[in-house]
Each structure stands twice: as structure tokens, then as C-alpha cells.
């Protein structure tokens, strides 16, 4: 409740009995930076504005529902890209992490940032697994906007940027090979939004 809370814009011994009042933009950051759940605070924000179409419990439990949703779309389609892997024993053992790993699977009812970190892992998955057929041509937007969604799953939690790093390097000198200059466009949104995470919330919470 302590996420739902911080994300009202209110410390958890100060909200009201009325759920309808919300506080205003500034205290959400405020909040998260100095006694929320002490991460960078996307999910949070999220979890403010998905909150006002709705305050069922159900409805807001959908919300990490959707990037358990997410993260099965991308691991299943990153398989589908490599036919000998989506018949492997390696395929079926995602299956079974998936179905019966607990912990994952009360990640995905949690209102709390877990399972949007779990998404951002599938998605550095796909971008490892997924074969790249543009002709050794750099496409700059779409480096850009890949780099994009790199930065909105760091929202989610701290840990993620050490994958992100992770990723990086395996892209570079394992997988694809790829060139400083082709991975700095994919790495730029997410390194602006690494100083904006570092002003926002990380110096405050360290």
C-alpha cells in the first residue's frame, strides 16, 4: 500500500479516508525520493495516473499484471525468431519458469515495480536474440527508439541499469559485434535519463 500511497501524492500516515483526494505532482517525486519504495519511481508514476481511471483493487493489480502480459510476449516472440530454439529444452524450461516459479508469479499481481524490471529483462532478451537484417546500414531513429524503451524499463528499479550495462557489453563484444558508434545512439536516451534518475531520486535515497 506503501506504492499506492506515495503515488496519491501522500506519506501513508497522512492519506485521507477519502481515496478520490490526490496530491499534487511534485509531492509523488517528493515522497519517492524520501520515504516511498526507494527506486527511480516510474512504476509509481504510473500507478498515479492508472489509478485515476480507477480504484478497484483488481484495476490496479492489472497494471503489473499487463508487464507479466509484456514479458511473456517477448520472450515467447524472441523464441519464435530463432526456430531451434523454440523447440529446445530451453524453450520449455522458460515455459516452467514462467507457470510455476511462485516468486515470478506473485510479482505479476504485486503493485510494486518487480515485475516491470522483469519486463525490461525480456525486452534486453528480444534485442539479444532478435536477428537484425538492415544491411549493416545505421537507422539512427530507430536505434533511438529501441535506446527508448532501454530507458523506461531503468525507471522500474536501480538493479536494472546494471543489466542494461550487461547488455551492452554482450552486444559488443559477443553478439552482434556492434560498433561504438552504432550502440551510442541506442545508449544516448538512456543515459540522459540515467542523469535524470541520479538528480531526481538516487542522490536523495543513497
Given at each position: 500500500?506503501?506504492?499506492?500511497?506515495?503515488s496519491?501524492?501522500?506519506?501513508?500516515?497522512?492519506?485521507?479516508?477519502?481515496?478520490q483526494?490526490?496530491?499534487?505532482?511534485?509531492?509523488?517525486?517528493?515522497?519517492?525520493?524520501?520515504?516511498?519504495s526507494?527506486?527511480?519511481?516510474?512504476?509509481?508514476?504510473?500507478?498515479?495516473?492508472?489509478?485515476?481511471?480507477?480504484?478497484?483493487?483488481?484495476?490496479?493489480r492489472?497494471?503489473?499484471?499487463?508487464?507479466?502480459?509484456?514479458?511473456?510476449?517477448?520472450?515467447?516472440?524472441s523464441?519464435?525468431?530463432?526456430?531451434?530454439m523454440?523447440?529446445?529444452?530451453?524453450?520449455?524450461?522458460?515455459?516452467?519458469l514462467?507457470?510455476?516459479?511462485?516468486?515470478?508469479?506473485?510479482?505479476?499481481?504485486?503493485?510494486?515495480?518487480?515485475?516491470?524490471e522483469?519486463?525490461?529483462?525480456?525486452?534486453?532478451?528480444?534485442?539479444?536474440?532478435?536477428?537484425?537484417?538492415?544491411?549493416?546500414?545505421?537507422e539512427?531513429?530507430?536505434?533511438?527508439?529501441?535506446?527508448?524503451?532501454?530507458?523506461?524499463?531503468?525507471?522500474?528499479?536501480?538493479?536494472?541499469?546494471?543489466?542494461?550495462?550487461?547488455?551492452?557489453l554482450?552486444?559488443?563484444?559477443i553478439f552482434?559485434?556492434?560498433?561504438?558508434?552504432?550502440?551510442?545512439?541506442?545508449?544516448?536516451?538512456?543515459m540522459?535519463?540515467?542523469?535524470?534518475?541520479?538528480?531526481?531520486?538516487?542522490?536523495?535515497?543513497v
Amino acid at each position: 500500500m506503501i506504492l499506492f500511497f506515495t503515488s496519491r501524492g501522500f506519506f501513508p500516515n497522512e492519506a485521507p479516508l477519502n481515496p478520490q483526494i490526490v496530491g499534487d505532482f511534485s509531492r509523488v517525486i517528493m515522497i519517492n525520493r524520501s520515504g516511498g519504495s526507494l527506486d527511480p519511481g516510474l512504476f509509481t508514476l504510473l500507478l498515479r495516473y492508472w489509478s485515476f481511471l480507477g480504484l478497484e483493487t483488481w484495476w490496479l493489480r492489472l497494471l503489473p499484471m499487463l508487464f507479466f502480459f509484456l514479458t511473456l510476449g517477448l520472450y515467447f516472440s524472441s523464441l519464435n525468431q530463432r526456430r531451434e530454439m523454440t523447440s529446445s529444452l530451453f524453450a520449455t524450461m522458460i515455459c516452467g519458469l514462467f507457470f510455476t516459479n511462485n516468486l515470478l508469479l506473485d510479482y505479476a499481481f504485486t503493485i510494486r515495480p518487480y515485475i516491470m524490471e522483469v519486463a525490461g529483462c525480456a525486452f534486453l532478451f528480444s534485442l539479444l536474440i532478435r536477428e537484425e537484417n538492415n544491411g549493416g546500414v545505421l537507422e539512427v531513429k530507430r536505434e533511438v527508439l529501441i535506446g527508448l524503451g532501454i530507458a523506461f524499463f531503468m525507471g522500474s528499479r536501480y538493479h536494472f541499469s546494471l543489466l542494461v550495462v550487461l547488455y551492452f557489453l554482450l552486444e559488443l563484444f559477443i553478439f552482434k559485434r556492434k560498433t561504438f558508434k552504432e550502440l551510442f545512439y541506442r545508449a544516448l536516451p538512456g543515459m540522459i535519463f540515467g542523469l535524470v534518475i541520479f538528480w531526481v531520486s538516487f542522490r536523495h535515497q543513497v
